[in-house]
């Protein structure tokens, strides 16, 4: 299975709506690691790394957010992982 790492930048209503603790419970569940983080301009920025397949997953679930939030626009690239990460963590 090929590792792959992405960064992404979320937005829509994605802030104030638990969205940072839902994407650490759904990368706990599928395993990756990295981080989340509100950014200033109001989206989140995810960056995660582990199993290609899961990172896309991932992804899907990101793009569908938890039920509160409405995600009208996903940045996302690819490429290797880095081996920084150990665990998923919410950045605040």
Same mark, same amino acid.
């Given at each position: 299975?090929?590792?792959?790492?992405?960064?992404?930048?979320?937005?829509?209503?994605?802030?104030?709506?638990?969205?940072?603790?839902?994407?650490?419970?759904?990368?706990?569940?599928?395993?990756?690691?990295?981080?989340?983080?509100?950014?200033?301009?109001?989206?989140?920025?995810?960056?995660?790394?582990?199993?290609? $397949?899961?990172?896309?997953?991932?992804?899907?679930?990101?793009?569908?957010?938890?039920?509160?939030?409405?995600?009208?626009?996903?940045?996302?690239?690819?490429?290797?992982? $880095?081996?920084?990460?150990?665990?998923?963590?919410?950045?605040?």
């Amino acid at each position: 299975m090929a590792q792959k790492r992405f960064s992404a930048r979320i937005y829509g209503r994605v802030q104030g709506v638990g969205f940072r603790f839902f994407a650490r419970e759904v990368a706990d569940e599928l395993g990756v690691v990295g981080y989340v983080r509100n950014i200033a301009d109001g989206g989140v920025e995810v960056v995660a790394e582990g199993d290609e $397949t899961l990172l896309e997953e991932f992804v899907d679930l990101l793009k569908a957010g938890p039920r509160s939030a409405y995600v009208s626009r996903v940045e996302l690239s690819w490429g290797p992982p $880095t081996g920084a990460y150990d665990r998923f963590h919410v950045k605040l």
